[in-house]
């Protein structure tokens, strides 16, 4: 399995309160992501990486910050935690690049993290 | 970025082959065509990527017609530890990142 590390596995936090999530990775990979799993609901993209003080937006980022001072590490802060942030929240590692004739851009996914806001 | 359809749930039985087609109508030129497979509780994991044409591993295979608009993620003889959610994603790498982007998946229940 892929080096990737996400900390803590388990959170539970009252509203109003920041909260930071780690990705951690052995890999060296280029970009990291981060992606928040609803009941119902595939995988959303929060924000990504594509190098260390390089991020960009995804499709739900509001509400949330990142960021990437070095390329093992990914963090997602929730500033001010509401009910609605209440997830399973997923970090994933990848490689992408051009060999030969095909592209890797598989995807390496970290165990996630519940959070619960309460 | 090419969005992606899918159907929401399959059923099958054990033994029998499952397909399962995603339509990206809009895929670029550039593009690949990545299959992700997601257990209860756990992250997405990496099934299957191809071009055009047909792939095929250990695990599926992939056919891509000419016109690239679908592909077909074929599982051969499912059991039950196939029951899952599969993911079709489209995309490409860019020299300003690679946004992997997920649509809402079809969730295989294979039944005894």
């Known amino acids: 399995d892929a080096g990737i590390t996400q900390s803590p596995r388990h959170k539970v936090t009252e509203t109003g309160t920041p909260v930071t999530l780690r990705c951690h990775q052995t890999e060296n990979h280029r970009y990291m992501y981060w992606y928040r799993q609803d009941p119902g609901h595939g995988l959303r993209l929060i924000h990504y990486?594509?190098?260390?003080?390089?991020?960009d937006k995804g499709e739900v980022s509001d509400g949330y910050s990142v960021s990437r001072s070095k390329t093992e590490d990914f963090l997602l802060t929730l500033e001010s935690a509401t009910s609605s942030q209440t997830s399973v929240y997923f970090c994933a590692i990848s490689e992408s690049g051009v060999s030969g004739a095909s592209m890797n851009t598989e995807a390496f996914f970290g165990q996630g993290t519940r959070l619960t806001v309460v | 970025l090419a969005k992606t359809t899918q159907p929401i749930s399959m059923d099958s039985y054990e033994g029998q082959e499952v397909n399962i087609t995603c339509s990206h109508n809009?895929?670029?030129?550039?593009?690949?065509i990545t299959w992700y497979q997601q257990f209860p509780s756990q992250g997405p994991r990496f099934i299957i990527q191809?071009?055009?044409t047909k792939v095929t591993n250990e695990v599926a295979s992939l056919f891509i017609p000419a016109d690239r608009k679908s592909s077909t993620l074929s599982l051969p003889r499912v059991s039950l530890s196939d029951t899952a959610v599969y993911y079709c994603l489209v995309g490409g790498f860019k020299a300003a990142g690679n946004k992997l982007t997920f649509g809402g998946g079809t969730r295989v229940l294979v039944k005894p």
């Open positions: 809009n895929i670029a030129t550039n593009d690949y």
């Open positions: 990486s594509y190098g260390v003080k390089d991020t």
């Open positions: 191809g071009y055009k």
